[in-house]
């Protein structure tokens, strides 16, 4: 939980039945000051057993000398879940594991912020040291419910077998969907521009990005009718491009009508992204967590420490991360749809803006070949190109500024305009839940349908800039 010599974590287990073969346990956490000896934070962990999973205790060879460890087991995996989460005063979760074949480990979890400071509680830590440092000595003090070794061996190779099992499930699985992949018989062009600040003074603000998919062979139709709606809209002193800022208020929904129709017409397709700035700061953790799950303290970083750090580079890491999650998010899409894409990003106003963004082009290329590898077996790759582009010479990113702009207005102000509302079926929302786990939907708003993984990655000091310029290049780079 913490680096400060003052502060003493306690962790301590108790037993509502002294039966070894009954779990209806206590596990609880208290962190005490040591020079005042005042508790500032507690957590306690009730780890209880239903009627399925008590029978099987009771009979099992190991458990019935003593079940503490299968709870702790439990408390282990649910932590891993949920890694961490946030306390203001008092907050009561609930939640368990379940074995199919077994039965349900009930797991009741409080939590007080004593002190009042709020607390950033690190389940994943307590897994890796508390919860592990409590089976040790739960074995030290009942060694005749070890495992014995015939038991031991006996253990290891069904979990071997279980292993063997997953790992043909897999292979099967990723053999199955390479009959997906498709020879490229079709190009794109995707257009992204945003809205919002790449800074971090206000984590309650959105940064929203609108990845506008246009066929290639209706690019010259959509870009001509685009540029027609200046002369449209405005007469004989049009502006340069429409940046929806800048259109009057009495020229606005006309405007947007106009491009919603050619979204439909053209059949363009649309992801967005609306990251709310500690949402997605919590998504990084929980990643940063997966990519050090076996160290004592997955989670060695704070809020604090990535803000107050400049060598982080949060600014530029954010920036490169957007682009980062679009081409890695699309690839699978387009191999499965054989498609080859060239990528346009609005110019930024600063070059090291625009350097970030190449640098996020090239990890979202090697971050998708990882979910490639994942999904097909293979570490492969659409044909995929990137550019920074001014929107006066490409009208296609006033359709990515448009909706953008709409996405952070709608988590202001949670309104809509009709003309989005009747674009809506050529969307995809991507978004992070309160406890930063990464979602998609069909409808702004709504309950996420799909949950992506927290694929490992730590978060690291350094420009992304120059780790990428550092990087080794594989021959395919070349």
């Known amino acids: 939980m913490n680096d400060q010599p003052d502060i003493y974590e306690s962790c301590q287990t108790r037993m509502r039945f002294a039966q070894p073969d009954v779990l209806d346990h206590l596990l609880e956490l208290n962190f005490i000051h040591v020079p005042t000896q005042k508790v500032l934070k507690r957590a306690k962990f009730f780890v209880q057993a239903d009627e399925p999973l008590s029978k099987w205790i009771q009979t099992h060879p190991t458990f019935q000398k003593g079940c503490w460890p299968l709870g702790l087991m439990a408390l282990h995996e649910w932590f891993w879940k949920i890694k961490f989460l946030e306390v203001d005063g008092r907050k009561v979760l609930e939640g368990g594991t379940q074995d199919p074949k077994v039965g349900i480990t009930h797991i009741r979890a409080e939590f007080e912020d004593l002190d009042g400071e709020g607390w950033f509680v690190p389940l994943v830590n307590f897994a890796n040291t508390h919860v592990l440092d409590q089976l040790k000595q739960f074995y030290a003090d009942e060694p005749h419910a070890f495992p014995q070794p015939k038991r031991i061996s006996t253990v290891m190779d069904a979990e071997m077998e279980k292993l063997f099992v997953k790992h043909k499930a897999v292979v099967r699985q990723q053999m199955q969907h390479r009959s997906l992949l498709k020879v490229t018989t079709a190009k794109a062009r995707v257009f992204i521009d945003e809205s919002g600040d790449v800074g971090f003074r206000q984590v309650n603000d959105v940064y929203a990005f609108a990845p506008v998919i246009v066929p290639d062979d209706k690019y010259e139709a959509v870009s001509t009718e685009l540029r027609s709606l200046l002369t449209k809209h405005w007469g004989k002193s049009p502006p340069k491009e429409i940046h929806m800022t800048d259109v009057p208020a009495s020229r606005r929904d006309a405007v947007r009508d106009d491009l919603a129709r050619i979204i439909i017409e053209n059949d363009i397709r649309i992801v967005c992204f609306a990251m709310q700035k500690w949402p997605f700061i919590k998504h990084l953790f929980r990643c940063h967590a997966t990519a050090r799950f076996t160290e004592e303290h997955p989670l060695n970083l704070t809020w604090n420490e990535l803000i107050a750090d400049k060598d982080y580079f949060l600014q530029a890491n954010f920036l490169s991360m957007t682009v980062e999650e679009v081409v890695s998010g699309?690839?699978?899409?387009?191999?499965?749809?054989?498609?080859?894409?060239?990528?346009?990003?609005?110019?930024?106003?600063?070059?090291?803006?625009?350097?970030?963004?190449?640098?996020?082009?090239?990890?979202?290329?090697?971050?998708?070949?990882?979910?490639?590898?994942?999904?097909?077996?293979?570490?492969?790759?659409?044909?995929?190109?990137?550019?920074?582009?001014?929107?006066?010479?490409?009208?296609?990113?006033?359709?990515?500024?448009?909706?953008?702009?709409?996405?952070?207005?709608?988590?202001?102000?949670?309104?809509?305009?009709?003309?989005?509302?009747?674009?809506?079926?050529q969307m995809l929302f991507i978004g992070f839940d309160e406890h930063g786990v990464k979602r998609s939907a069909r409808n702004l708003g709504g309950h996420g349908e799909d949950e992506f993984p927290d694929l490992p990655r730590e978060i690291i000091r350094g420009n992304p800039v120059e780790r990428e310029r550092h990087a080794p290049k594989t021959n395919e780079d070349v």
Not at 340 to 367: E, Q, V, Y
Not at 405 to 410: I, P, Q, Y
């Open 330 to 425: 699309l690839s699978v899409n387009f191999l499965t749809n054989g498609i080859t894409a060239d990528f346009f990003h609005d110019r930024k106003r600063n070059p090291w803006m625009n350097d970030a963004l190449h640098a996020g082009f090239a990890t979202g290329i090697a971050s998708a070949k990882k979910q490639a590898e994942h999904f097909f077996g293979l570490s492969i790759a659409p044909h995929l190109s990137f550019a920074v582009a001014d929107s006066e010479s490409e009208p296609c990113l006033w359709l990515s500024d448009w909706i953008a702009n709409e996405l952070r207005a709608w988590f202001h102000h949670k309104d809509l305009s009709p003309a989005f509302e009747k674009s809506k079926q």
